[in-house]
Nanobody, 124 residues
Framework: QVQLVESGGGLVQSGGSLRLSCAAS????????MGWFRQAPGKEREFVAA????????DYADSVKGRFTISRDNAKNTVDLQMNSLKPEDTALYYC?????????????????WGQGTQVTVSS
């Protein structure tokens, strides 16, 4: 399995921006698609965005479309999540994940490798 390490979380005011980064130990068949998920206290883990390493094709949850941008750097094996116009409801623990297969799957159960998570807190 690929090892994933997230960074970049923190505390920001409503309307502010943060950039999360996920460093992958390698890019192999087991990590064709990279995703960002989040989990708020008392809630289920939910899909945020995903990107395919090879083509850069992306997908987003409706709640973040137009505000968040996922990108990858193939040379550095990193996947970033630029978050703009943050809202208090974006507060959560954000996870980076990797999956085998080419589909930009939104289900966390279809991702086999996970990072430890990075906390994002948006104050009102």
């Amino acid at each position: 399995q690929v090892q994933l390490v997230e960074s970049g979380g923190g505390l920001v005011q409503s309307g502010g921006s943060l950039r999360l980064s996920c460093a992958a130990s390698t890019r192999t068949f087991s990590s064709q698609v990279m995703g960002w998920f989040r989990q708020a206290p008392g809630k289920e883990r939910e899909f945020v965005a995903a990107i395919r390493w090879s083509s850069g094709i992306t997908d987003y949850a409706d709640s973040v479309k137009g505000r968040f941008t996922i990108s990858r750097d193939n040379a550095k094996n990193t996947v970033d999540l630029q978050m703009n116009s943050l809202k208090p409801e974006d507060t959560a623990l954000y996870y980076c994940a990797a999956r085998t297969g080419r589909s930009l799957d939104v289900s966390p159960t279809h991702y086999s490798s996970w990072g430890q998570g990075t906390q994002v807190t948006v104050s009102s």
